[in-house]
């Protein structure tokens, strides 16, 4: 534990500090007339540092009147491994401020937060949990993470780490049936955003990919962000990053930091997870330069083009079938998500011509690229996705002859086995553990061929049997 200097400006400490040490938690100044104690957790590849560096959710607390403390987690481990050690410091400052603290936690920081809870005993020192869009059911960015093609993207620039894995949706799905039965002791509130913030910004390629999922703010979708039997404060139009700004979302939770709130748990039927059939997904690696082509079918609306690669890119261009070649625009460096450190070049095409289309890229340097083809198109909601445990298939009411390719990467404990599959015959037969699904389709519609990535992960119990959240 350490203490801030009680002379310090509120805003001011942790604005030169590392970017944190596992296990250590820190004091912020004491206002004039102390209120209840907050204890801020950061989320997945983050620090303590992130509540007051360009973020005034410390001052903001502060100036508020409330004890506050901070706590640097793992920031790439489990919420095992986090929820073990959050609970054992949880204890100290309790045990420091006399009470029992509220907690406000960000992203996978809601996460370790309930693991702390209710698999390790630490309710007894908090009073009640404030999650600013955690994913609770998991995150579609890190099923894409660990997908097929993704692959030598996210080797290269170390995107593969524990708590990207246990944050696949069928690793959360597991953890959801762990955990929502034992919870309860402590009431919980959830927060969520709609915003992936500016055109060509850290967010904006996040929130396109999940825009297939549904509202999200570019690194979590809503529904994931809601929590059986937690009441939902509000839906706002916050990204990842600005939801747990202080000037952004204090006001909004405030309220409920008093120890005299209630706690109006509503429980949702409605279910966090939704197949994802607008995309068209394509990886691997290249030496100084790559190709792609990607079929556009009859009647798609719009295409949205994401380029991601592990260095930056001297050209990205787009050609479509009349041979028009556009420049796909650079966006900032990926810094807030599952691809942290990735350059990205997006672009989008209103109204596409039908037909065969190619993106090509020319670098001075060998690497590895993702790219990701987002379709808004009538076929998208006629395409019916069914997984169970003898494999994935697809059906249409529109499109005949669909054939699938579907390759599984399987998790037990961490250790990967990959499988290539073909059809719909497919059986997960590697044991307990979560099998991340890569299913390619393709087939003609009108006269055209057409193709869609579906990516999913699932969870097989003991039993051989798939677990549904």
Known sequence: MFLFPSWSLAGDFGKDDPSGNPGEWYVGTNPAAPKQPILFVHGLNSSSNTWWNENDMYDVAYRSGYKTAFIDLYPQ????????????????????????????????????????????????????????????????????????????????????NEATASLQTGSMSQFRTQTDGRSGKVPFYTMGGTSWGGFGGSLYW????????????????????????????????????????????????????????????????????????????????????????????????????????????????????????????????????????????????????????????????????LLNVGFTSPLNDDLVVTTTEKGVSVQSSIVSGITEHTKFEFYPKGKPLSQSVKGSDAVF?????????????ESDFKGKPFNRTIIQSVYLNQNGQIVKQ
Do not use: C
């Open 429 to 441: 037969n590697g044991g307990e553990g979560t099998y991340n699904l890569t299913t390619d389709i």
């Open 206 to 369: 996040g929130g396109l990919y999940l825009s297939g999922y549904g509202s999200n703010d570019g690194a979590v979708t809503i529904a994931s962000s809601r929590l059986p039997n937690a009441q939902e404060v509000a839906i706002g139009k916050w990204d990842h990053k600005t939801v747990k700004e202080g000037s952004s979302t204090f006001s909004i939770f405030q309220s409920l930091l008093s120890s005299s709130s209630t706690h109006d748990a509503i429980s949702r039927k409605e279910s966090a997870l939704k197949t994802n059939t607008s995309s068209f997904i394509r990886g691997g690696e290249y030496k100084e330069h790559a190709d792609e082509t990607f079929w556009v079918e009859v009647g798609a609306e719009r295409i949205m083009i994401d380029w991601l690669a592990s260095n930056s890119m001297e050209d990205v261009y787009l050609t479509s079938p009349d041979g028009k070649v556009t420049a796909l625009k650079p966006s900032k460096k990926d810094q807030e998500s599952y691809f942290d450190g990735a350059f990205h070049h997006v672009g989008t095409v209103e109204n596409p011509i039908e037909g065969e289309w190619k993106v090509s890229s020319l670098s001075k340097e060998p690497g590895a690229y």
């Open 77 to 160: 481990k489990d919420m095992w491994a986090n929820g073990a050690m959050l609970a054992a410091k949880l204890e100290e400052i309790y045990d420091y401020f006399g009470e029992k603290v509220v907690v406000v936690a960000h992203s996978k920081g809601g996460i370790d937060t309930q693991s702390a809870l209710v698999h390790f005993g630490a309710d007894r020192y908090v009073s009640k949990v404030i999650t600013l869009s955690s994913p609770h059911h998991g995150s579609q960015l890190a099923d894409l993470a660990y997908s097929n093609w993704a692959g030598w993207l996210a080797a290269i620039i170390g995107s593969k």
